[in-house]
């Protein structure tokens, strides 16, 4: 539908799939109070318990799915109200700027500057400094991950206590992998889909975005250094078995490489973090789906 609309000039496909994914009001929680912030000039909603509590309470820094491109804080209203209801944590949910309209690293810089305010000013809120974690779905995850790993050698804030990174997007080196070989076709959202995320969140357009899929992009020698982090080679044989399919190297592009070089900074594909980075990480849970 939103390439219908498209093609007839009523709107974009970017402004039609905002429409249909924008979250409805939801009245008064009896539970919590709810209020909508600025951390550092970033908009954000906090989600506090009304009942007593012993002692600090948990933190939650959440960052919404969306691709970069969708999402806000009404769409996962109901998302955010149940972890603080059902943790009795201090949630919140960070609205960062939305690409294509904000390029890398807008996102991330508000999603840094957001959690950096929080932390330093966790006794407001009334949460525990050894107890706070940050949260995200697809591109969240992506931001969260990124996040931590920004903040792990910072001896002037707080240590994480955890992330959970819930089918993150942690690298785009390579979309040939056995998983997106396997799920091209599923919904909802396809290799191609994927890579046109990505490219919108770096450059604001998706050009160039055959070339990534085919992986001209990565020089031959910056795909080696990486190849023990995004390759086959680290998954075990049976996950290789169903749908995977050795390709063809492409010729690499040096023009394709010079528009996403970026690509290869951590804090676009936190997967490319150094070990010395991932050693210094909190407790991470990882869901895949």
């Known amino acids: 539908q939103g390439r219908i609309l498209e093609k007839t000039g009523l709107c974009s496909q970017i402004t039609f799939g905002r429409y249909v994914r924008q979250g409805r009001k939801l009245g008064l929680d009896p539970k919590l109070f709810i209020q909508d912030l600025q951390f550092n000039e970033v908009p954000v909603r906090v989600y506090q318990p009304k009942a007593t509590s012993d002692g600090p ?149 998706a050009l160039h975005m055959q070339e990534v899929l085919e992986g001209s992009h990565i020089p031959p020698d910056m795909r080696l250094k990486y190849r023990k982090w995004v390759s086959p080679d680290n998954i075990p044989e049976e996950f290789k078995v169903r749908g995977v399919k050795p390709l063809r190297p492409t010729d690499f592009i040096a023009e394709v490489y010079e528009t996403v070089k970026r690509f290869c900074e951590p804090n676009l594909c936190p997967l490319l973090a150094e070990d010395s980075v991932v050693h210094q990480l909190p407790e991470s849970f990882i869901r895949r789906i």
């Open 57 to 205: 309470r948990r933190g939650i820094l959440f960052f919404h799915g969306g691709g970069w491109v969708f999402g806000s804080l009404d769409t996962y209203e109901n998302v955010c109200r149940y972890l603080s209801r059902e943790s009795d944590s201090v949630v919140v949910s960070v609205q960062y700027r939305l690409a294509p309209e904000h390029k890398y690293p807008a996102a991330y810089e508000d999603c840094l500057n957001a959690t950096q305010h929080f932390l330093q000013h966790l006794e407001r809120y009334g949460v525990d400094p050894a107890r706070v974690t940050v949260c995200g779905d697809s591109a969240g995850g992506n931001l969260a991950a990124a996040v931590s790993q920004t903040l792990a050698g910072r001896a002037d804030l707080p240590r994480l206590r955890a992330q959970i990174l819930i089918y993150p997007g942690l690298q785009a080196l390579d979309f040939n992998l056995p998983s997106y070989q396997q799920n091209q076709g599923v919904p909802l959202l396809f290799r191609e889909r994927a890579a046109f995320f990505a490219l919108l969140y770096l450059n604001g357009d």
